[in-house]
């Protein structure tokens, strides 16, 4: 019986043990469409951003979602602190500012322009209640040699406004037929109800292929622990998806708190980390989730295999869970999770079955990840630490990430990553890489890839053979 365990073992193939096969194609790299769903979130980039405070706080997810990824922010801060980043990715760009700034006519000029000050912005409309009655610029304070005049003497009474249902199109074209930079929003009885300005409509174009919600607003997701609703609840209003932070997730107890949560937080929310057929199994039987974070202990960052002797590396856990996934017709989408340093490791996790990849590592370089970059012997580096590093799990927060019993192991180091510049180009870079590899599997998109694609096993002489070899690369001769 024992002896079967050992003889039967399964193989636990990682990254590095498998190839893809280049298979007959007519797909150019620039015909690959990457676009995925999370649930009802489509995501033209299928990179999420992962819940570490080295990697992801408002910053990260802005630049993220702006390239068609998603953010997750990490939950190793207070409440307030990490309601505060969903808060400033929402605000990062909007296409009808809800909180407008306003003055009344009967203030003064001075006022107005303190305000617009202070608040850096260039117009304010101009309300008598709630009711709209003109807008007040920069260039009409300007001009406004006596700053005791009031608003009502010198603002714009005849305003051009729109109505709430307006696309970002028809303003666009309104801005620029008018050449006017500010936009207010009325309903039906002359309330002003929000403002558009140039900035955003514009800044739209600059990234048309941003994850937004319904208002235009960034897309954002949150960690938290199953454990803990009150920090679901208070994220909300603020977040589009919730994301669970929990190093095993096959586990009762957080699937029943899970089940609270799905019961009393109207947000559609992803569970893991898993890496079995028989966690995929019972989650997506017990649970309504849209997706599943899979892959344990693979992370650059992970002690958890070392010290556990306990894994389930990311490539063999998504074919595991993508193998539930498929027989239960299930829509839920499976998010790879570690051990993805860069576009070769994404591509032969589609082809296992993901939909999505998370990243760490890849990301925690970048000028956007927290924290400044280090100079150490001439080079520029970014600390990266796991959150079960000793110095992560100081901070309190995520103890319950680990089982009761591991809380007192470290399951994860920290370390320096070199600094690679800004997010935009590392994800630009990696679609680039993505798309070479579907050009060459011969797949248009990701539902091809899982179809399409052929690993095969490679071995150890063959990993060396498929790497630069028996040549000085130039930079290292460089003094
Ligand atoms: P990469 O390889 O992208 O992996 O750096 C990031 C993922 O690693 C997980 N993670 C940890 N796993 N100990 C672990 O065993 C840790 O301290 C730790 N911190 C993060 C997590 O799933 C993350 O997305």
């Not at 498998?18 to 469409?33: A, C, Q, Y």
């Not at 299928?46 to 390239?67: G, N, Y």
């Not at 344990?296 to 010290?307: H, L």
């Not at 998109?445 to 899982?450: A, C, L, R, T």
Request: charged residues 25%.
């Amino acid at each position: 019986m024992l002896w079967d365990k050992l003889s039967n073992a399964e193989l636990a193939f990682t990254f590095g043990d498998v190839i893809l096969l280049p298979g007959k194609t007519e797909v150019e790299p620039s015909e690959v469409d990457l676009t995925t769903h999370i649930g009802e979130i489509s995501l033209s980039v299928p990179i999420l951003s992962s819940p570490m405070d080295t990697v992801t706080e408002a910053e990260m997810a802005i630049a993220v979602a702006r390239m068609g990824g998603l953010g997750v922010i990490h939950r190793n801060c207070s409440v307030e602190e990490q309601v505060n980043m969903a808060k400033a990715v929402k605000r990062a760009e909007s296409f009808i500012i809800r909180e407008v700034v306003t003055v009344s006519p009967e203030d003064t000029v001075d006022k107005a322009q303190q305000i617009m000050k202070e608040m850096k912005i260039s117009g304010l409309p101009v309300v008598e209640g709630s009711r709209l009655v003109g807008i007040i610029t920069r260039r009409d304070v300007y001009f406004a040699e006596d700053g005791n005049l009031r608003v009502k003497d010198v603002m714009t009474k005849d305003v051009i406004t729109v109505s709430p249902s307006i696309s970002p199109d028809e303003a666009r074209k309104i801005m620029s037929t008018y050449k006017i930079e500010k936009l207010p929003v009325v309903d039906d009885s002359g309330s002003l109800v929000g403002l558009i300005t140039a900035k955003d409509v514009f800044y739209r174009e600059s990234h048309p292929f941003a994850t937004r919600d319904e208002e235009g607003r960034l897309r954002v997701a949150a960690a938290i622990s199953p454990f803990d609703l009150e920090r679901a609840k208070a994220l909300e209003p603020y977040i589009d998806l919730l994301v669970t932070d929990v190093a095993h997730f096959h586990n009762e107890n957080a699937i029943t708190a899970a089940k609270r949560v799905i019961r009393e937080v109207n947000i559609p929310l992803v569970v893991g980390n898993i890496g079995t057929y028989e966690a995929a199994e019972e989650l997506i039987t017990r649970l309504e989730i849209v997706g599943l974070r899979v892959g344990i202990a693979s992370g650059s960052i992970c002690t958890t295999g070392e010290v556990t002797g306990v894994a389930a590396p990311t490539l063999y856990a998504v074919a595991k869970v993508s193998t539930a996934v498929n027989k239960y017709g299930s829509k839920v989408a499976i998010i790879a999770d570690g051990g993805i340093r860069g576009p070769a490791e994404a591509a032969k996790a589609f082809a296992a079955g993901a939909d999505a990849v998370m990243l760490g590592f890849a990301l925690a370089g970048t000028k956007e990840s927290p924290g400044s970059p280090l100079i150490v012997g001439g080079k520029m580096y970014k600390v990266y630490r796991g959150m079960g590093s000793p110095s992560a799990r100081s901070k309190r927060f995520v103890l319950d990430r680990y089982s009761k019993p591991s809380k007192d192991i470290a399951e994860g180091i920290e370390g320096l990553v070199p600094y690679r510049g800004d997010v935009a180009t590392v994800i630009d870079k990696f679609v680039a890489g993505l798309k070479a590899a579907f050009g060459y599997v011969g797949a248009s998109n990701i539902e091809e890839m899982k179809r399409k694609a052929k690993l095969a096993i490679l071995s150890p002489i063959g990993t060396r053979e498929i790497s630069p070899h028996d040549v000085k690369p130039m930079e290292k001769l460089s003094p």
